[in-house]
């Protein structure tokens, strides 16, 4: 295909995939696509782990990095230097404890402290930089910022070596934003999507943010997992498409197995946008966790980021124990973050394949569309 | 164009413009799309003289009607055979005073009892199938069901004439019951839309209800209000579009000029699904009605359909009176059902040409998908 963006990147076709897993980034980039791999789990020195076995994979062709850099976070979390976690009041700990016995949960999981401390920091404005520093050293043709404006340093890194600054928006005043603060891309994402979204759909932030950045390129996100939808995305005005939940079904995700069943099984109508699990608005599974957070009687409402993320990540990781060995409860708590395409996943597939038939299905969506029009 | 609808409706543009508003639908209509009158407002006798209206300005070019027929309602309302607004609850009547008196509203508007017991009454199958009988001696080219599979008279009704029977649908599951009760044509309406709509976005229903009801053509519906967001719904594999919100805002609608005013000021933000006009969810023009009803903290919550409708009828009645002589308590409060397509409406133009301007946009949107997809 021949977008501005495929040529800027040097790709075949301008299908971005954003994945935690370096497998689903290797598959992506060498099928002609482009894998972005999501930075957050990552300490500086397993990032450049991760990166270094992803050059020796793909043979010189383009991949990106994301992170996470909230334009807002709580200030509590700032103020303490050694445990975050201290800044979590009392009943929102007890409130998961209680959690815990209601379903039954078992694992005792890794110290909640310390994986918190880590976590937090990384989405923090100076967490972030050390990540792209990392990134920088590599041949990372992309870097992408999550949330908020990229911080000025990041800009400025990435202009100095060369690589263009990719910025996610769900609202046409946040795209406008961001092209000032010196993005070089913008994906808007639709409130369909998996993870942090806003209010509006896909259909209808497009176009409005392509025309407001014109001419910086546009990619679309949200509710696209197939070529027909690639295609909508594109007939929108976008110069191509960033997918996240179609790839968390495929056979090199890591997704957890109980997550991955529960995908496989879901329906559109079974995603939530909840702050249970960070503490802002992100599309995620429906599950006993996002119901008892938000409408249980008990519950004593989500705190703000990244504290309600500290909190949930350290729950989930005993959660998401306790479901692998099977326990019922936890089963039941147990989710993830994905967009309402889930309803389109039921089956596990290479990567590679999901990449090949979406762009066979996007030129049969073309092709229709010309004939129809000349009708 | 060459779609199976056009074919089937004998139109040029596979465009349907749901409009309350006769202007419009004749507008659009002898443009070459296909309006639908929206005959909610009326009584049988009313519905006559407007397509009579109809019938006289289309030189027999085809249209149609819509009626609401609501699978479930409040029992509440086909219990008194008199007067339906009795059986709205006190605390609910004496909100809508405190909102009036809150707000200042000063106009005493109709006396509310006979506009809802007429109105209740138009809700209810037998008030449908009355609308449906008058419709039937006109020359419509479809008739179309806004909410719950369409009774079974309306269908063998509009079988015998061999008019073919559209219904509004949200999700997979509502799309197959809606074929299995006779439907020939599945509008589905993603979330964005204006009015009823439920969770799911237009860019992943569409292509889940094409699949799921296949060979049955479907319209999009929710999100379009022009010609890429047109090219990229047929991409997903409608047959054409269904379209509310633009036509709102052209110079035949009949939008209270306070709403039209706050709907070209609005962003794509400033809509709502809220239950507090009609007591289903249905996206309007965030206001202080809205905001009172959903989160005032003196709000009795919304009752259901139609006993909701019934109250907030009268009431906005008397607002929409009130705005017009410029009351800025009134103005704060008066809105209307509208898609988050809102943000693009910024200026009044003749239905005609906002049907011209969108078959054009369509044009280029599919030429500039041909030319990428080639590369």
Redesign the interface.
Known sequence: ???TI?ERLGIEFPLFAFSHCRDVVAAVTNAGGFGVLGAIAYSPDQLDTELTWLDERVGGRPYGVDVLVPGKIDPSALDRRTHLLEAVPDRHRDFVTHLMTKYGVSAPGQPMTAVADEFGRRVTAAGATGLIDVALKHRVGLIASALGPPPPEMVSRAREAGVPVAALVG??EHARRQVEAGADLIVAQ???AGGHT????????V??VVDAVAPVPVLAA???A?G??M???????AEGVWCGSVWLTTEEAETAPAVKAKFLAA???DTVRSRSRTGKPARQLRSAWTEEWDSGPESPGALGMPLQMLLAEGAMARIGAAAEKGEPGAVELVNYFV???V??LDQVRPARDVVYDMIAE??D??E????????
Chains 1, 2 share one sequence.
């Open positions: 295909m021949r977008t495929c609202t046409v639709g409130t369909e806003g209010d509006v759909s896909t259909m209808v932030l176009p409005q949200g509710g696209i197939s027909r939808q295609a909508a995305a594109m007939a929108l005005g329906s559109s109508l967009g309402q395409v309803g389109q996007f030129g969506a073309v229709r569309l010309r004939r129809l029009s000349e009708g």
